[in-house]
């Protein structure tokens, strides 16, 4: 546990249902913030409900915390957490050029998803959320079988498999925490902006042309930026059109 970050809890189990779920479950007797490590997940999931997919070998984790800010901020640790996983990946395999930043909550590797994150909330008190789960899979050595992939998702991809890095889960969280408890201390001390900046820095497909996906429409346009809330903002022949949730497509 080089450089594990003061201040966080480090729980693995050998096997689980969901980190996620897990988090849900021991929230409320957390003194701080926990990383919990699950190195056999059983029912994993990702956005929107979808299954999230766990051979042996691959990272399956949460972080929870007690967050204090209002909904609206705390939904931007997505961010956050984007930023910690591209420097743990870095810190692996010692590249830069291979890993991008794809809004909301993915991670490419040679435009291949690596890894996924899944913000919930792991418990209410008071009428507020009183815990963040913050959920992360990384392929670090399978990539899931992509024959059931909606048309034109990005297909999976494994760390292992782009780059030769071959690293375990417990190794990988280490690092994770480190990067993690600094991008952390970034937002809570400064706020949004210097995320957003450094986020952008790293956008996949920045300046092209992209499609966003809802349930109920779909808008094409080119990738502008990210708004001060966090927002996809596209610009359209209808003008900028800032979207708050969607599936990106390339």
């Known amino acids: 546990m080089n450089n594990w970050p003061d201040g966080y809890g480090r729980r693995v189990l050998a096997e689980v249902d969901s980190t996620n779920a897990e988090a849900q479950r021991i929230a409320s007797s957390l003194t701080g913030p926990e990383w919990i490590l699950g190195l056999s997940q059983k029912a994993g999931r990702g956005r929107r409900g979808r299954p999230w997919t766990d051979p042996t070998g691959n990272f399956a984790g949460t972080l929870v915390l007690r967050p204090t800010e209002t909904p609206d901020l705390i939904a931007l640790r997505s961010f956050v957490a984007s930023l910690a996983l591209f420097d743990a990946f870095v810190d692996v395999t010692g590249r830069t050029e291979p890993f991008s930043l794809k809004w909301p909550n993915d991670v490419l590797l040679n435009g291949g998803k690596v890894a996924g994150i899944l913000l919930e909330s792991a418990g209410f008190a008071g009428g507020q959320m009183s815990h ?52 952390e201390t970034q937002f809570t001390t400064y706020g949004f902006d210097p995320i957003r900046t450094a986020w952008l820095a790293r956008a996949a497909r920045l300046g092209e042309e992209i499609t966003a996906r809802t349930s109920r429409d779909e808008t094409v346009g080119t990738f502008e930026t990210v708004d001060s809330a966090g927002n996809l903002v596209l610009k359209t022949p209808k003008g900028p059109v800032a979207i708050p949730a969607a599936d990106i497509f390339f």
């Open 132 to 183: 963040l789960a913050i959920g992360i899979g990384v392929n670090l050595k399978h990539a899931p079988d992509a024959a059931h992939l909606e048309k034109r998702s990005v297909p999976p991809v494994s760390l292992l498999s782009e780059t030769g890095a071959d690293v375990d889960p417990e190794t990988f969280l280490d690092l994770l925490a480190a990067a993690y408890a600094r991008w």
